[in-house]
């Protein structure tokens, strides 16, 4: 039998709004000072929640089974999913930035990360099922093998098929 894989993807929440938890959670304690205690643990569990909800993914290898879920003081909650429409193991490359954006509408980019993400594909691959995001490419190499021998699919390079009416479509656009 073998273990059931579990990663934590992302933040629940925007990195500001986390900050706003925090917050949150600190004015429970001027509330708790004021000896209104019901709403000082809304505050904690509202402030808590939203600093540190996480999504992440489950997955049985025995049963070809996933569970994407959010989680939350050790609850993890969402279904499992049959894997089987799935056939092959991909790493896609992304940019995640925070923008925040001011009242006269200015913007100002705060952070910008480059992640690799491992994803089960389909045989279109446009079926796409996020399994872990790391910030290393050589890690991410390296566990994409290790996740190869485990689920028994085929690393392949993303390249998803092109319908005739998306080329239709293109062919009309240049014209």
Do not use: C
Request: hydrophobic fraction near 40%; charge should be positive; charged fraction near 25%.
């Amino acid at each position: 039998m073998s273990k059931i894989i579990d990663n934590k993807l992302e933040r629940l929440f925007t990195p500001s709004m986390t900050v706003g938890g925090y917050l949150l959670m600190g004015m429970s304690l001027a509330v708790f000072y004021e000896g209104v205690y019901f709403a000082g643990l809304l505050f904690i569990l509202v402030g808590g929640f939203v600093s540190f909800a996480n999504n992440g993914i489950q997955i049985n290898p025995d049963s070809m089974m996933s569970k994407q879920y959010i989680g939350y003081l050790g609850l993890r909650l969402g279904k499992w999913k049959s894997m089987e429409q799935y056939s092959y193991i991909t790493i896609l490359r992304s940019r995640e930035t925070t923008t925040t954006f001011s009242r006269s509408n200015r913007a100002t980019t705060s952070n910008a990360e480059l992640f690799y993400d491992i994803t089960l594909v389909d045989k279109t691959h446009r079926q796409k099922l996020g399994i872990k995001r790391v910030k290393d490419e050589k890690q991410t190499i390296a566990d994409a093998k290790e996740l190869v021998k485990i689920l028994g699919f085929e690393f392949v390079k993303y390249n998803p098929e092109v319908s005739e009416q998306t080329r239709a479509r293109r062919k009309r656009g240049r014209a």
